[in-house]
Each structure stands twice: as C-alpha cells, then as structure tokens.
C-alpha cells in the first residue's frame, strides 16, 4: 500500500468513493446531493494537502485532507477528513492513512488536530480514540442521521 501526496488528476479517482460516501448521508455534514465540481473544490481547495491511498495495483482505495482549522495565532491547529472506498473498508487501510496524515500534520509543524463534526454513530470514532483522539463535547441532535435518527456531533480533539 502506496500512500502518497495527491496530484490534481487522481481527482477522478476519488470522486466515486467520495459521491457515494456522502450520498449515503451517514458519516458527513456535506450535503449528500452535492455536485462534482463543488465536492472537488472542497476535497482539492489549494489550501488543503491531499493525500490518496494506492493498492498494489495502483488503484486509488482511500484519500485524506489535511489543513489548518483555524487561521492567524491559531493555525497550529489543523483538521482533516478522510474517506476510504467502502469496498475496501476493514483492512486497515483508513488507520494506515491516519497515522501517515498525523505524522505528516507534526512534521508539518502542527500542535493538535481537531475534527469538527464527527457523526457520533460513526464507527471512525472508535479509531479515532485508538489513536489518542478524546471527544471534547458533542452537540445533542446536530445530525439527522438516515438510519439512527437524530444523533449528536463529536467535537475531537488530540495534541501532536
């Protein structure tokens, strides 16, 4: 497994496992309708490193951002989001690219990285707290879940 800093063009490979990730509405705030050319704004924004996953054969499985989240005295602070093509979840493949990006955001000169909104039914939070994430809070009812229902945002947090 090939984890490297994205180009423009691996886009194209990513846009299917992201459209279908979001489409199912579970684990993202994005709005699940939303188009190609505004998903790739927001993956791909200049401002973010974007890394992808390669399987032996050079297939793109799994991709990941990686930013500040806060901007002037604070943009120590960085966030990302990560994605992994549903196909090829449970083989490690989204720790892997976690661990890559966290050492990335330190070699990158960040202090701690946040994440926003984790969907508390989402089964990256248990990851997340394997890999020394704590929740700071969750806001009660901020997601409408397709399944669940009504479910609360997980605001993590974890110092590099």
Same mark, same amino acid.
């Not at 709005?31 to 974007?50: F, G, I, K, S």
């Not at 990158?108 to 020394?132: C, H, I, K, Q």
């Given at each position: 497994?090939?984890?490297? +800093?994205?180009?423009?063009? +691996?886009?194209?490979?990513?846009?299917?496992?992201?459209?279908?990730?979001?489409?199912?509405?579970?684990?993202?705030? $994005?709005?699940?309708?939303?188009?190609? #050319?505004?998903?790739?704004?927001? $993956?791909?924004?200049?401002?973010?490193? =974007?890394?992808?996953?390669?399987?032996?054969?050079?297939?793109?499985?799994?991709?990941?951002?990686?930013?500040?989240?806060?901007?002037? #005295?604070?943009?120590?602070?960085?966030?990302?989001?990560?994605?992994?093509?549903?196909?090829?979840?449970?083989?490690?493949?989204?720790?892997?690219?976690?661990?890559?990006?966290?050492?990335?955001?330190?070699?990158?000169?960040?202090?701690?990285?946040?994440?926003?909104?984790? =969907?508390?039914?989402?089964?990256?939070?248990?990851?997340?707290?394997?890999?020394? &994430?704590?929740?700071?809070?969750?806001?009660?009812?901020? &997601?409408?879940? #397709?399944?669940?229902?009504?479910?609360?945002?997980?605001?993590? &947090?974890?110092?590099?």
């Amino acid at each position: 497994m090939l984890i490297r +800093d994205a180009k423009s063009d +691996d886009w194209d490979r990513i846009w299917p496992f992201w459209q279908r990730i979001v489409a199912a509405g579970e684990t993202y705030t $994005w709005d699940p309708d939303t188009p190609e #050319p505004a998903a790739r704004a927001l $993956w791909m924004a200049p401002a973010n490193r =974007v890394f992808v996953v390669e399987d032996p054969e050079g297939a793109v499985v799994a991709s990941a951002y990686l930013r500040p989240n806060y901007g002037g #005295p604070a943009a120590g602070i960085a966030n990302a989001a990560f994605m992994v093509d549903p196909e090829r979840a449970g083989r490690g493949t989204g720790r892997r690219l976690a661990e890559h990006v966290l050492e990335q955001a330190r070699a990158d000169g960040y202090t701690g990285m946040v994440f926003n909104a984790v =969907v508390e039914t989402n089964p990256a939070v248990r990851l997340w707290e394997s890999l020394g &994430f704590r929740i700071l809070g969750t806001v009660p009812g901020a &997601f409408r879940h #397709p399944v669940h229902g009504t479910v609360g945002l997980n605001v993590m &947090f974890r110092e590099l």
